[in-house]
Nanobody
Framework: QAQLVESGGGLVQAGDSLTLSCVVS????????MGWFRHTPGKEREFVAG????????QYADTVKGRFTISRDNGKNTLYLQMDTLKPEDTAVYFC????????????????????WGQGTQVTVSS
């Protein structure tokens, strides 16, 4: 069973950058497809970015494309989300998620495709 722990959230100003990390326990990380989601009150948890287990394919939500970069270090069991040019609308709780099964050629964008989740880290962007 995988355990995911996010870190790196905080309060920043619009235009700033922030990097989130997600450390995954156990030996299976290199076989997991990973994703970042975010949640704001009153909205459903939404897909932000995803990456295949090998790192060879990534996918982004249109709202963050060109500003956010997802990456992973399989040697450190760690997933990253580099967030640049942050906007107030990026304010949310950010969750990392692991998908331990499924198609190795497709980045999953539905939260229902991920079976392990972290506890979340708050990102607040002031205007």
């Amino acid at each position: 069973q995988a355990q995911l722990v996010e870190s790196g959230g905080g309060l920043v100003q619009a235009g700033d950058s922030l990097t989130l990390s997600c450390v995954v326990s156990g030996r299976g990380f290199s076989s997991y497809h990973m994703g970042w989601f975010r949640h704001t009150p009153g909205k459903e948890r939404e897909f932000v970015a995803g990456i295949l287990n090998t790192g060879r394919k990534t996918q982004y939500a249109d709202t963050v494309k060109g500003r956010f970069t997802i990456s992973r270090d399989n040697g450190k069991n760690t997933l990253y989300l580099q967030m640049d040019t942050l906007k107030p609308e990026d304010t949310a709780v950010y969750f990392c998620a692991a998908r331990t099964y499924g198609d190795s050629n497709r980045v999953a964008v539905s939260r229902n495709d991920y079976n392990y989740w972290g506890q979340g880290t708050q990102v607040t962007v002031s205007s």
